[in-house]
Structure formats: structure tokens, C-alpha cells
């Protein structure tokens, strides 16, 4: 068992095509996860996530702040307390559209 604060995870820059994103990947293969990877987004005001899909799915906990989660040809509403499920090959997209910073997990599998 561990446990540790989520401040003492770097924050590191979010991948390519994003804007104002930062993550902390908390738990990984590192500490002995050997199937899920658990990451915290955090989303400055403005700020997106690229446009993309992957093989993977997606289980997302809005942890604070307000904005739109773009996918299946849609946007969404988000905001603190909300539960977004994104299966494998859907095209998705976060968006903050307010004025604070946006906090999420997001669980994802490991590639297999």
C-alpha cells in the first residue's frame, strides 16, 4: 500500500496539442499497477485537450470547475462531480470554459 499527496507528483506538461493542461501521473507501473494508470489533469482557464481517440477507454471524475467535454458528435456540459465514461476509438475533447482551473482523474488502461 502507498499513500502520498498528489502535490508531491510533478505536474508536467500535458501531450502535444493540448493548451493549458497539466497532469500528474499518480499512480503507475512504477509503484505496482499493473493494469490501470490513474492521472490528474489540470486545466487553467482557456485551456483544451486535443482533439483525438485511441484504443482505450477513458473513466473521467470532474473534480472541480465547469466546462465541455466534446465527443460522438456532441458537446457537454461538465462540471464538479460529474462521471464521464469515453469508450475505445471515440473522438474526444475537454474544454475549460470558465474561470477557474478545471481538476480531473482520469483512469486509463495500460496498452496491451
Not at 14 to 37: C, H, M, P, Q, Y
Not at 38 to 46: D, I, K, Y
Not at 79 to 98: C, L, M, S
Request: charged share 30%.
Amino acid at each position: 500500500m502507498r499513500i502520498f499527496s498528489y502535490r508531491d507528483v510533478e505536474a508536467e506538461k500535458a501531450e502535444e496539442g493540448a493548451s493549458n493542461l497539466k497532469v500528474r501521473w499518480l499512480i503507475t507501473k512504477d509503484i505496482g499497477a499493473e493494469n490501470f494508470a490513474m492521472r490528474l489533469f489540470e486545466m487553467e482557464p482557456g485551456g483544451f485537450s486535443p482533439l483525438h481517440n485511441h484504443p482505450w477507454e477513458h473513466e473521467v471524475f470532474i473534480l472541480e470547475g465547469r466546462g465541455l467535454v466534446k465527443g460522438g458528435g456532441e458537446e457537454r456540459n461538465l462540471r464538479e462531480g460529474d462521471v464521464i465514461f469515453i469508450p475505445p476509438n471515440k473522438v474526444h475533447q475537454f474544454k475549460n470554459t470558465g474561470e477557474t482551473t478545471v481538476k480531473f482523474l482520469c483512469i486509463i488502461p495500460y496498452k496491451k
